[in-house]
T-cell receptor
């Protein structure tokens, strides 16, 4: 299994500012993913965080808005840049240990933008 | 676009009853998974069924998969108040390499 620590757990931010969310896994993992979950809705994949290279973004998400880092096999960050109220959401990181075919999730970051 | 669509959207049952949740999807898949999310928390993996499997059990959970109908069901037997949560089906499309697409989720309430 894998235990994922995600922080902050929640934040209230002002419009136009940026927030960086950190995700630390207790063991090396192959794939890491960032999802967004709007209130009462499903999860939408933002991007795949690739170790040592640029993240792979899904349609509708761009690097300038959601820059992602993955410096090693246990850590990743997602930045929500130039925030607007529409960015208010829960952001979740997840990881795949390779060969297990299932995802482990962090506890999420609840972001409110005023 | 959303791959999985669950129904019902919300389900309320009495403790001890069985809960059945359904999921439909659109494309060919490697596997289908069910996750649970307690309010304000991350998702927890419950069970995975591969495309060449038809039924799987894990404790009080039973999942079925019908690839001809592109549908799955999750049965929770002898439900408990602690089963109250949102349940999501997620599919790994063929060639998706661990990328999952989640359905909209079902809110299950189990009354004590």
């Amino acid at each position: 299994s894998a235990v994922i620590s995600q922080k902050p757990s929640r934040d209230i931010c002002q419009r136009g500012t940026s927030l960086t969310i950190q995700c630390q896994v207790d063991s090396q993992v192959t794939m890491m993913f960032w999802y967004r979950q709007q209130p009462g809705q499903s999860l939408t994949l933002i991007a795949t965080a690739n170790q040592g290279s640029e993240a792979t973004y899904e349609s509708g998400f761009v690097i300038d808005k959601f820059p992602i880092s993955r410096p090693n096999l246990t850590f990743s960050t997602l930045t929500v840049s130039n925030m607007s109220p529409e960015d208010s959401s829960i952001y979740l990181c997840s990881a795949d240990k390779g060969g297990q075919e299932k995802l482990f999730f962090g506890s999420g970051t609840q972001l409110s933008v005023l | 676009s959303q791959q999985g669509e669950e129904d019902p959207q919300a389900l309320s049952i009495q403790e001890g009853e069985n809960a059945t949740m359904n999921c439909s999807y659109k494309t060919s898949i490697n596997n289908l998974q069910w996750y649970r999310q307690n309010s304000g928390r991350g998702l927890v993996h419950l069970i995975l069924i591969r495309s060449n499997e038809r039924e799987k059990h894990s404790g009080r959970l039973r999942v079925t998969l019908d690839t001809s109908k592109k549908s799955s069901s999750l049965l929770i037997t002898a439900s408990r108040a602690a089963d109250t949560a949102s349940y999501f089906c997620a599919t790994e499309a063929t060639g998706a390499n661990s990328k999952l697409t989640f359905g909209k989720g079902i809110t299950l309430s189990v009354r004590p």
